[in-house]
């Protein structure tokens, strides 16, 4: 992945050159919610790959010792969470290294080290949902932009889903759309086994996160998946980031942002975002096969646009011009012959009234053939 590299404060990440398990940390990428991801080198392959370390709640879960770079939980209660945390992550990058489909990031290995885990991906060329919207001057996207990655991410959702796993951190940043215009969903650091009924870490990303990822109490399931893309929707099309679940309720001020972009957009989606942003998870799009089928309409007009009927008329009307330049351009050679042939026939009276009769014939014709075509 190719996003600019950026500067954290130590003990917070691992320095440049530090080699891990046969990787050689180069640069730091980014920090989310469950870690810090670095570009590095695979000694053993000559190949630049992407490691992203199971780090949750830096100071506030763990630290990182500067002696020897190890992270320690803070207290009893953080290293039970931490553990927990850890466990689920290393199932999944277990999970997702026998995970094959083209618009998921492939897990090239996974192992434990320092008091943590990491995760080996390859380094994708292209960029970051968020960064194509903000190099745009308007900063949207149209519809068309938007079905062109939703419907290969709902593909690879789809996938997942069906594994019993959910990603549980999709946002604009966590959906990489590579050079050949494939889009990837990206750091599964989050996901959790939760269909099985499995209590999951506390996790999430203001803006994307819907309700029950702020409580224990309110089960997830493919619909906590669904929400997130709905904000990613709505991101990309209003160019705002979706407030709290917390600031939604009751008057929801998003109300006014949903109406402006119906009067906007193909209805169809909008009417489907929303339904994917309840805040009721009940009352919300349940998974990505109801989603397909709410964004039915909308998929076939982006992909399979409606072909133009066919205008008989605007053909002839285009070449109306080059028509009448020939039937002009015969007619004065008509008139010459005519002079010629005149001038001929003058000293042979007998014929002379005949030629006339003829002459008269034809320029009548060519007077009707110019009024049907003016």
């Given at each position: 992945?190719?996003?600019s590299p950026i500067t954290l404060s130590p003990p917070d990440y691992l320095p440049p050159s530090f080699v891990l398990s046969g990787y050689e940390i180069r640069v730091v990428l980014g920090r989310g919610g469950f870690g810090v991801t670095y570009k590095a080198l695979d000694r053993k392959n000559n190949q630049t790959v992407v490691i992203k370390e199971y780090f949750p709640?830096?100071?506030?879960m763990a630290v990182r010792r500067v002696r020897g770079f190890y992270l320690e939980p803070n207290d009893a209660q953080s290293a039970q969470e931490f553990a927990e945390g850890l466990s689920y992550f290393l199932k999944e990058a277990k999970f997702l290294t026998k995970f094959n489909h083209a618009n998921i990031v492939p897990i090239m290995n996974f192992f434990p080290a320092l008091g943590t885990a990491y995760f080996v991906m390859p380094y994708l060329e292209g960029e970051t949902l968020d960064n194509i919207v903000a190099s745009k001057p308007e900063r949207k996207q149209t519809p068309r932009e938007v079905m062109a990655w939703l419907d290969p991410i709902l593909d690879g959702l789809q996938a997942v889903h069906a594994r019993g796993i959910?990603?549980?951190d999709i946002k604009p940043s966590n959906i990489f759309i590579q050079k050949n215009h494939n889009p990837v969903l990206i750091d599964f650091g989050a996901a959790g086994d939760v269909l099985a009924g499995q209590k999951v870490p506390l996790a999430l990303t203001h803006g994307y996160a819907p309700p029950e990822q702020y409580s224990a109490n309110i089960p997830q399931g493919p619909w906590t998946d669904i929400y997130s893309l709905g904000a990613v929707i709505y991101y990309v099309l209003s160019g705002l980031h979706l407030l709290s679940p917390q600031t939604r309720i009751g008057a929801d001020p998003c109300e006014i942002i949903f109406k402006k972009l119906e009067h906007e957009h193909d209805q169809n989606l909008i009417k489907t975002m929303e339904r994917c942003l309840k805040l009721n998870y009940q009352e919300r799009i349940q998974g990505v096969a109801?989603?397909?089928q709410a964004l039915g309409s909308t998929i076939n007009r982006s992909i399979n646009p409606l072909p133009k009927p066919k205008n008989v008329i605007k053909p002839l009307i285009a070449n109306k011009g080059s028509i009448?330049?020939?039937?002009r351009s015969f007619k004065l050679k008509t008139i010459?012959?005519?002079k010629e042939t005149y001038l001929y026939l003058f000293k042979n009276i007998k014929h002379l009234i005949t030629f006339l009769i003829v002459a008269l014939i034809i320029v009548l014709f060519f007077k009707i053939i110019l009024k049907v075509f003016s």
């Open positions: 992945m190719s996003p709640a830096p100071e506030v959910l990603h549980r109801e989603l397909r009448l330049l020939k039937i010459n012959v005519i």
